[in-house]
């Protein structure tokens, strides 16, 4: 059952919040993030066979992901996953030698969408150019089982393309969310 807000004559729906309450996003471990494109435009390639191509805003994407360590050295990337509307990966803040303040996941998200905004825009020379979502999704990472389930669940995403609720070329159920699934069975 979809539920709206009451803002704008009820017709907004609620987002789904899965934020832990009172949780701290600085605090050191793993993470799990999924962030969307703007309306789920297929912007980053495609699948082609069971692998994922990606264009040239795919490639943007991924160089600005790599980055994140450069500018969070308290951060570690791990897997990474790159579909055409949406990214799922990985990654761990971490205790770093000689780090004096911490920053949170959405923090380091948020830079992280801003540069690949800015790049992408660049490129296609369109400085308004919506590129993300508002939000994003991120699950803590408790333990190694649930971390096992995670990196299958991105490796093996391409595979799953023709599924998928991000893919605009396919009519799914919008009441379950498989990913989301998937956590709540290695919580």
């Known amino acids: ?8 004559g009820g017709m907004t729906p609620l987002r789904r919040h899965v934020r832990l309450s009172g949780f701290d996003y600085s605090t050191p471990g793993g993470y799990f993030v999924t962030i969307c ?17 990606l264009n040239k805003l795919g490639a943007l994407v991924r160089e600005s992901w790599e980055e994140i360590p450069l500018h969070y050295p308290e951060v570690t990337l791990d897997t990474l996953q790159i579909m055409p509307s949406h990214l799922h990966a990985t990654l761990y803040l971490e ?3 000689g780090i004096t303040s911490r920053h949170s996941l959405g923090t380091i998200v948020g830079s992280f969408k801003a540069a690949a ?3 992408i825009r660049a490129e296609i020379r369109d400085p ?11 699950h803590v990472i408790r333990n190694e089982e649930s971390l096992v389930r995670i990196r299958d669940y991105i ?10 609720r991000y893919n605009p070329h396919v009519k ?3 009441e379950g969310d498989d ?5 709540e069975q290695s919580s």
């Not at 308004?128 to 991120?138: A, H, I």
Request: aromatic share 16%.
């Open 172 to 174: 799914v159920d919008t």
């Open 1 to 8: 059952m979809q539920h709206y807000s009451q803002e704008l």
């Open 155 to 164: 490796l093996n995403n391409p595979l799953k393309w023709e599924l998928d």
């Open 37 to 53: 494109s703007t309306s789920f435009r297929c912007l980053f390639g495609k699948i082609v066979g069971s692998s994922m191509q």
């Open 179 to 183: 990913w989301l699934d998937l956590l």
């Open 117 to 119: 905004s800015k790049r």
């Open 128 to 138: 308004g150019f919506p590129v993300w979502q508002t939000n994003y999704y991120e």
């Open 95 to 97: 205790e770093a030698p």
